[in-house]
């Protein structure tokens, strides 16, 4: 009970310390991210995959609650990479504490979950310029109804299909 307290207390100050330059992404786009995870997981794909789409759930989530705190608080100013970096961090020490990083499970010395959570990471933040460059090409407008999602997506699918055909 007391290591959940300590928890507590790390993520409100992290949440109250910290911030993140907006990239507004969207609710929808965090919810499919986490429901792809489970569904990966429930498929028994390879730990880099699920890690990939835990790395983008996490990207998204910590971006989505910077956006939600400069909405609801005057003057919120906390680097956008500190924000992301805390959500990082704390994902890691509730999968090491749950027992989901072994040793066994590596490549190139790094965890699988942890390899595939950074690449998750950069996909998702490699998609919002993907998706800024596109709109400035059509004058500041997209392409298509919800492109800033489907380019974020398509990308992860991608890169999980090449960990699929690499790692499978």
């Known amino acids: 009970m007391n290591k959940l307290k300590i928890f507590f207390i790390f993520l409100l100050s992290s949440f109250l310390f910290s911030s993140l ?8 786009c965090v919810v499919t991210t986490g429901a792809a995870t489970g569904f990966f997981r429930w498929l028994g794909f390879d730990d880099t995959i699920i890690g990939l789409w835990i790395g983008s759930f996490i ?16 003057n919120y100013r906390a680097p956008a990479f500190l924000m992301i970096c805390i ?31 950074i690449i998750g990471g950069i996909v998702f933040f490699f998609a919002s310029f993907v998706d800024k460059f596109l709109k400035k090409q059509n004058q500041g407008k997209v392409f298509i109804s919800y492109q800033k999602v489907l380019l974020v997506i398509g990308l992860l699918l991608i890169v999980s299909l090449f960990f699929y055909l690499v790692f499978k």
């Open 21 to 28: 330059e907006a990239f507004a992404f969207c609710p929808f």
């Open 59 to 74: 990207f998204s989530l910590a971006v989505f609650f910077n956006d939600f705190l400069k909405k609801k608080i005057k």
């Open 87 to 117: 959500f990082y961090l704390l994902n890691i020490l509730i999968l090491s504490c749950l027992g989901a990083l072994t040793l066994c499970n590596e490549i190139l010395g790094v965890n699988k979950i942890i390899f595939g959570t």
